[in-house]
């Protein structure tokens, strides 16, 4: 069974950069038949989606987040990897990983890490 | 982007009650809408896909239906376990988004 794990600072200063990998083991981000997915929630908010990427390196991306940020795969340490740039208060919020199988009926998340919460403050 | 609405935003139930939750998309979006449970401290758990397919693992009490725009999730006999949040996320078009969630606390 697939399992996910997020890892990065919980703490990053405004204006910085926010990195995350997320480790994939039981699976392999090289499988043609997912992408893999960061979202977001805030404290007490609801889930946005932050973007996928695909093991080939295409991406895609929310347009509210494309001007800041960055999603890459290490295929070699199975891993994938955010880094969203310029950050606020706003981002502040639990990151999670998750899996998307390609499939006809669009993106859904079967698997997700347990998530990591992210603190912007100076 | 499609906005998804949930109502209620909370509701409170009984164990063994019926409990039916709905999303609404600003758009029509055929089938392609995924139901999530949450509970507090965790990661959502895809429960629902494409309206009314059942992911692996799921207890059958839980059921979805709808098309176009409107869409339910339905327990038909509440259980311990199933407090929690649920999410509705329509996956018709590109940026998937979510609903605002409805949770469903003890009576």
């Known amino acids: 069974q697939v399992q996910l794990q997020e890892s990065g600072p919980g703490l990053v200063k405004p204006s910085e950069t926010l990195p995350l990998t997320c480790t994939v083991s039981?699976?392999?981000?090289?499988?043609?038949?997912?992408?893999w997915s960061w979202i977001r929630q805030p404290p007490g908010k609801g889930l946005e989606w932050i973007g996928y990427?695909?093991?080939?390196?295409?991406?895609n991306y929310n347009p509210s987040l494309k001007s800041r940020v960055t999603i890459s795969v290490d295929t070699s340490k199975n891993q994938f990897s955010l880094r969203l740039n310029s950050v606020t208060a706003a981002d502040t919020a639990v990151y999670y990983c998750?899996?998307?199988?390609?499939?006809?009926?669009?993106?859904?998340?079967?698997?997700w890490g347990q998530g990591t919460l992210v603190t912007v403050s100076s | 982007d499609i906005q998804m609405t949930q109502s209620p935003s909370s509701l409170s139930a009984s164990v063994g009650d019926r409990v039916t939750i709905t999303c609404r998309a600003s758009?029509?979006?055929?089938?392609?809408l995924n139901w999530y449970q949450q509970k507090p401290g965790k990661a959502p758990k895809l429960l629902i896909f494409?309206?009314?397919g059942f992911q692996g693992g799921v207890p059958p009490r839980f059921s979805g239906g709808g098309s176009g725009t409107d869409f339910t999730l339905t327990i038909s006999s509440l259980q311990p376990e199933d407090f929690a949040t649920y999410y509705c996320?329509?996956?018709?078009?590109?940026?998937?988004?979510f609903g605002g969630g409805t949770k469903v606390e003890i009576k």
């Open positions: 998750a899996r998307d199988p390609i499939q006809r009926y669009g993106d859904s998340f079967d698997s």
């Open positions: 039981g699976g392999s981000v090289s499988s043609g038949s997912y992408y």
């Open positions: 990427i695909y093991y080939t390196g295409s991406t």
């Open positions: 758009q029509t979006i055929s089938t392609y």
């Open positions: 494409n309206a009314s």
């Open positions: 996320q329509q996956s018709y078009t590109s940026p998937p988004t």
